[in-house]
């Protein structure tokens, strides 16, 4: 069974800093690009950012780039999300995501963390 297990969010103080990870199993992760949705309460899920499987290049939302970094560690199936300079607008919970193309695309999904920015 494929799984997606995220780690490390928290509680922090407006301009505190998390390291979040999504440690995937039971797919082939190094042809798999993966990304991190976040959704707040009443608000759609946002895409925040994500990494390719290839070449390893990345993508940010507006909102975060600059202060969140997006890495992956190939040899540990597992993705990072270091997030500086947190602001309350952070506040979320925050889901893994695992994309692979394989004749079709099938997503798979974790079952999120929370962060919370305190002001």
């Known amino acids: 069974d494929v799984q997606l297990v995220e780690s490390g969010g928290g509680f922090v103080q407006d301009g505190g800093s998390l390291r979040m990870s999504c440690e995937c199993s039971?797919?082939?992760?190094?042809?798999?690009?993966i990304g991190w949705v976040r959704q707040a309460p009443g608000k759609v899920r946002e895409p925040v950012s994500c990494?390719?499987?290839?070449?390893?290049?990345?993508w940010y939302t507006d909102s975060v780039r600059g202060r969140f970094t997006i890495s992956r560690d190939n040899d540990k199936d597992t993705v990072y999300l270091e997030m500086n300079r947190l602001e309350p607008e952070d506040t979320a919970n925050y889901f893994c995501?695992?994309?692979?193309?394989?004749?079709?695309?099938?997503?798979?999904w974790g079952q999120g963390t929370q962060v919370t920015v305190a002001s």
């Open positions: 995501n695992a994309q692979i193309t394989i004749r079709t695309v099938t997503n798979y």
């Open positions: 039971g797919l082939a992760f190094d042809k798999s690009a």
């Open positions: 990494i390719s499987s290839g070449d390893g290049s990345t």
